[in-house]
């Protein structure tokens, strides 16, 4: 088995990992980088196959999880490719079509599950659910022949599936393996302190919303499951009441877990055009009778923490509710020099605190480490980073690579 990195052997997200065993091509994951925001500015990697489907020997692509740098390229590809990956990462996909330019549907992928082996080709893969802020997310341990290749996708330990990442570290199949293919997201960062937990961070949000008066907005993405969580049960401990926007509330009815709180749900009026104009106004009849309608915000704004995205802000001046709240910001913070509008100035300009309260979904140095010893495999080649070489200053066997550069497993 022989493996090249496509893209994000030198920089953070766009994953695209090309394994070639017996004459047969597999991906694992086909990301976006995160420098453009749109696939078409983007070409598809020099893998024959991929863009025509003329190539027998062409498996399909294996995806680790569903955030748009590392599946983000797939509509670029043949439409017949064959896609693999976790039952609720297609439903997650699929859900956020009525809303958002990255959502999919891929009604012939083939999805898997944690820890049940498949094979594709002279390909075997082994998914284990991973600890990372977009839900379903899986490492992957392949092998083909007596070869073993085990990829790490994006993780860490320190969020609420941390249960995950304790039973990785003690998995004996992946013990030894010739190559361990791991995210290094914070090599770059000058401080390598250990994360946050998302625990913590909940204590944290509680006692900032406790000591607000006014409305409390919530800025994070719909999509990430964990923080949902974390924002629900400090709106409850705090005596508050949360409030999803119709997108994620369509989220988490595409999920349909039990142990997923169902909050009540506001439908801005940007949303509500949106679906209107694209004929997607059925998403909203599963929570209807859980509406939070405009002219009941500003009557309850002390008892409320709602979900906040840029594009709300004309609609919450409007309803003339914002003085002396608070908008917690629980992103990663360079987002913020990102967006097309200010959100620091604008909540100054309506007396709103700006508080960032924020634990990041990758991996902390201690957290790479744990793993690497763990698995102790002979080679550990690091992805998903802007700064591989620090690798070898915490794992000695660590070995960056080029884009382009064929690896024998």
């Known amino acids: 088995m022989k493996l090249r990195i496509h893209r994000g052997a030198r920089e953070i997200g766009g994953n695209c990992i090309e394994l070639s065993a017996d004459g047969k091509t597999l991906l694992l994951d086909l990301g976006m980088p995160l420098s453009v ?8 990697p020099d893998i024959v196959g991929l863009a025509d489907s003329n190539d027998q020997n062409f498996l399909g692509v294996v995806l680790s999880h569903p955030h748009a740098d590392h599946y983000g390229l797939l509509t670029k ?12 990462a297609q439903r997650l996909l699929r859900a956020a079509l009525p809303f958002t330019s990255f959502g999919l549907d891929l009604p012939n992928a083939t999805t898997y ?3 049940e082996t498949f094979n594709i080709g002279p390909f075997s893969i082994t998914p284990f659910l991973a600890d990372h802020s977009a839900f379903d997310s899986y490492s992957l341990l392949v092998e083909a022949g007596s070869r073993k290749l085990f990829y790490t996708g994006d993780f860490r330990g320190h969020g609420r599936k941390h249960g995950a990442f304790k039973q990785l570290l003690a998995e004996p199949s992946i013990k030894g393996v010739d190559v361990l293919l791991m995210e290094g997201t914070h090599l770059g960062r000058e401080d390598h302190a250990s994360a946050q937990t998302e625990y913590s961070l909940e204590d944290d949000i509680t006692q900032s919303i406790s000591n607000t008066t006014g409305l409390v907005l919530a800025c994070f993405s719909g999509q990430n499951i964990d923080r949902f969580v974390t924002f629900w049960k400090a709106a409850r401990r705090a005596g508050r009441v949360f409030v999803a926007d119709a997108y994620l509330a369509h989220i988490l009815g595409a999920l349909n877990r039990p142990s997923l709180p169902k909050p009540p749900v506001f439908l801005p009026a940007k949303m509500k055009s949106k679906l209107i104009r694209e004929k997607n106004t059925s998403v909203v009849i599963p929570f209807r009778r859980r509406r939070i309608y405009p002219e009941q915000i500003a009557g309850r704004a002390n008892n409320l923490v709602m979900i906040f995205r840029s594009s709300m802000m004309a609609e919450f001046e409007k309803l003339k509710c914002l ?7 629980s992103q990663w913070p ?3 020099d990102q967006d097309r509008v200010n959100i620091k ?8 605190s700006f508080e960032i309260q924020h634990t990041s979904g990758h991996a902390d140095t ?7 010893q763990a698995v102790s495999a002979k080679r550990v080649i690091p992805i998903h980073s802007d700064a591989p070489e620090r690798l070898r200053d915490f794992i000695p066997n660590a070995t960056p690579i080029n884009d382009g ?4 497993i």
């Open 334 to 336: 360079g987002y913020t």
């Open 366 to 372: 201690q957290t790479l480490v744990s793993l690497a």
């Open 37 to 44: 925001s749109n696939a078409a500015d983007v070409h598809l």
């Open 345 to 352: 100035e604008w909540c100054v300009s309506h007396n709103l």
């Open 77 to 88: 590809a043949a439409q017949n490719t064959q896609i693999y990956l976790g039952q609720d």
């Open 323 to 329: 003085d002396g709240g608070k908008l917690i910001y």
């Open 405 to 408: 550069e064929w690896i024998n």
């Open 113 to 115: 599950r944690d820890r």
